[in-house]
């Protein structure tokens, strides 16, 4: 927190161990990722990249340090679970990509957002040139790549990258509030859903409706189906269990 959780390689490998087990562990339905301290992720350790410059840092080297950022956020995509970004003070670089993987961002108000690679003559990293395209579109996601403005909660939710804002202090407190109504839903609907979402974008429309077929025929088979129908006709709330 010191360093606004700045990226380096202990933390990009703790990061994508962390998200590889909870995305594996059953026990866990919806998984929250928050910043230690008073931000969020304030972009790379630029004093571990210069230090790594110095000591003439081979290319094998400089790979090394994407094995675990990376791993992190191809686990929030492959994870059968949704995960969710609550997001305080400074949001920059890998942490603005980190977000934009997650399936909903709740921000305090007061976070303030910039891509900034190119500030440091970088390109991006950690997926942020594949889902900001998708969520924001080719000309936007430009704009925020070249020109590394800063922008307020309130932009981002204008944009599609925020779903909610809170005052500050509290995006953590509604980002649990969401993780916890999630955790008492249909496991699998879930997983299936998000599955769907996110092969959309590259499939054909014939693709992409025999995979909903496939994967509402699994739901319709499920345990939590069953519980739904009994619930819905009861005039009750669903107890859904393991889906």
Not at 15 to 43: I, S, Y
Not at 174 to 201: D, F, H, M, Q, T
Request: include cysteine; aromatic fraction near 6%.
């Amino acid at each position: 927190p010191e360093a606004m959780n700045a990226l380096n390689y202990e933390l990009g490998s703790e990061l994508g161990a962390t998200m590889k087990q909870v995305g594996e562990d059953d026990a866990v339905r919806c998984v929250v990722v928050c910043g230690a301290g008073p931000n969020f992720m304030a972009g790379g350790d630029l004093a571990h990249f210069k230090a790594k410059k110095a000591a003439g840092a081979s290319v094998a080297q400089w790979r090394s340090l994407f094995q675990g950022a990376h791993g992190a956020i191809r686990a929030v995509g492959k994870m059968a679970k949704p995960v969710i970004a609550a997001v305080e003070g400074a949001v920059a670089g890998y942490g603005f990509s980190l977000m934009s993987a997650c399936d909903l961002v709740v921000a305090a108000d007061d976070a303030v957002f910039t891509l900034a690679y190119s500030l440091v003559g970088l390109s991006p990293d950690g997926g942020s040139t594949y889902s900001l395209p998708r969520t924001i579109g080719v000309k936007k996601t430009m704009e925020l790549m070249l020109l590394s403005d800063r922008y307020s909660a309130d932009e981002l939710k204008e944009l599609g990258l925020l779903n909610r804002v809170t005052p500050k202090g509290e995006a953590i407190r509604e980002a649990l509030k969401l993780a916890a109504r999630i955790a008492k839903g249909p496991r699998l609907a879930y997983a299936n859903g998000k599955a769907l979402v996110g092969a959309s974008l590259n499939s054909t429309l014939d693709q992409q409706l025999d995979a909903e077929q496939e994967r509402f025929i699994q739901c319709a088979m499920s345990d939590d189906f069953d519980e739904g129908l009994d619930a819905f006709f009861e005039k009750r709330k669903p107890n859904f269990g393991k889906g």
